[in-house]
């Protein structure tokens, strides 16, 4: 009796009730919209990182890894090559040598990440030729593989001759020419704008060693606690993009924030609107209680109207929000990272990334500020005295 008597009421007044959803069907869809945008964005990095640079694992020498940014990798060689082979043996892994150094063509010249690599044991882990766009990745022994935005910014095609400069091991000036073999988008743009691959026996000789420094390996190591032999350490992907996920934390909370006020926005709407509702059947609620309706179900009448908005509310808001977030997870949201400024392997796209837990607990607490909204018009209505109500006093 009385859910129905809470349902009919909440459509008496419908432009009145119409504007209370608005407030929650808008604080619901921008929390959704968020959390898919933040999901979406975070999803997509890691993937990125994980499946052009880090694979499941990455191997360094010890100490490197504590001051990557500020350290030069080739500081940190590992010597003992057929050591670590041993160790990894049964495991997926490209062993690399990554150095940093320019690139010239002409008059022009660039700031180049070079990567040496034993081009089998790069295809293993990563899926290299699947994104190359003109030309082979390594069919020839000395090919040189470079991305796919360095080689627009300097007007370069399979077959150009470019020159490359680098410090060598003993820190000596290096440079040589070489012919580019092939052109490759990896799909993370800040590879594409500054790497060359380079068979890594050439890469040996061009800066003066015998060592490497860079592992990635696909899946668990098996004997990780024997790197230690070789002064050398793992670390695992969600290592590598601790800074990533961070950054994704932070603007995940900060779209919390947003969605929480709207969503408190939304309920003093529904306390205002409840408010004025009781004084305006003050009347009405005399009646009831001089018929003998309790205090507590006047309470409860009150309360299962404020439980009926913000369930359809929060319905609504979760139904659009949801379909909205579904559409841009599968064609994805343009945008022009490069002209951003943005240092973050972002695509031409941002694709939304929908979580039901989460879908789940943002209609759930739609609903619960709807109910704690109407509470306090619902405790006022219980104050009247019958008679000064019935009598409009």
Request: aromatic letters at 14%.
């Given at each position: 009796m009385i859910v129905k008597m809470a349902y009919r009421n909440v459509f008496r007044h419908k432009i009145r009730t119409g504007l209370t959803l608005v407030t929650i069907i808008f604080g619901i869809l921008i929390a959704i919209l968020g959390a898919g945008l933040n999901d979406g964005l975070k999803k997509q990095l890691i993937d990125t990182y994980v499946k052009t640079d880090i694979a499941t694992?990455?191997?360094?020498?010890?100490?490197?890894?504590?001051?990557k940014d500020n350290n030069n990798p080739l500081d940190f060689m590992i010597k003992d090559e057929k050591k670590l082979d041993k160790i990894l043996?049964?495991?997926?892994?490209t062993k690399r040598i990554k150095f940093s150094g320019k690139i010239i063509k002409d008059d022009l010249d660039m700031p180049a990440m070079f990567l040496g690599v034993y081009p089998n044991e790069e295809k293993k882990v990563f899926k290299r030729e699947k994104y190359m766009l003109k030309g082979n990745f390594f069919k020839n022994k000395n090919g040189v593989v470079i991305g796919s935005e360095l080689a627009n910014n300097l007007k370069l095609k399979v077959g150009d001759g470019i020159t490359i400069t680098a410090r060598t091991v003993e820190n000596s000036l290096n440079a040589d020419d070489l012919i580019i073999s092939g052109i490759i988008k990896t799909g993370n743009p800040l590879l594409d704008s500054r790497l060359i691959f380079l068979n890594i026996d050439y890469v040996k000789k061009f800066i003066i060693t015998n060592g490497i420094n860079d592992i990635a390996v696909l899946g668990d190591i098996a004997n990780k606690d024997k790197l230690k032999d070789i002064n050398c350490e793992a670390v695992n992907w969600k290592d590598?993009?601790?800074?990533?996920?961070?950054?994704?934390?932070?603007?995940?909370?900060?779209?919390?924030?947003?969605?929480f006020i709207l969503l408190a926005m939304a309920g003093i709407t529904i306390a205002n609107t409840m408010v004025m509702v009781t004084m305006e059947r003050k009347q009405e609620i005399g009646i009831m209680m001089a018929n003998g309706m309790s205090k507590s179900k006047i309470l409860k009448l009150f309360i299962f109207e404020g439980a009926f908005v913000g369930v359809i509310g929060s319905f609504l808001g979760v139904f659009i929000g949801s379909l909205v977030t579904i559409h841009y997870q599968k064609v994805g949201i343009p945008i022009n990272a490069g002209d951003s400024g943005i240092d973050l392997p972002l695509s031409d796209k941002i694709f939304m990334q929908l979580e039901f837990s989460k879908v789940i607990g943002y209609f759930i607490l739609g609903f619960v500020i709807s109910v704690v909204a109407a509470f306090y018009p619902a405790y006022k209505a219980t104050k009247f005295n019958p008679v000064e109500a019935v009598n409009g006093n």
């Open positions: 694992n990455k191997i360094y020498l010890k100490g490197f890894y504590e001051d043996k049964g495991s997926i892994y590598e993009v601790k800074d990533v996920i961070l950054i994704t934390q932070i603007r995940g909370k900060a779209f919390n924030i947003v969605s």
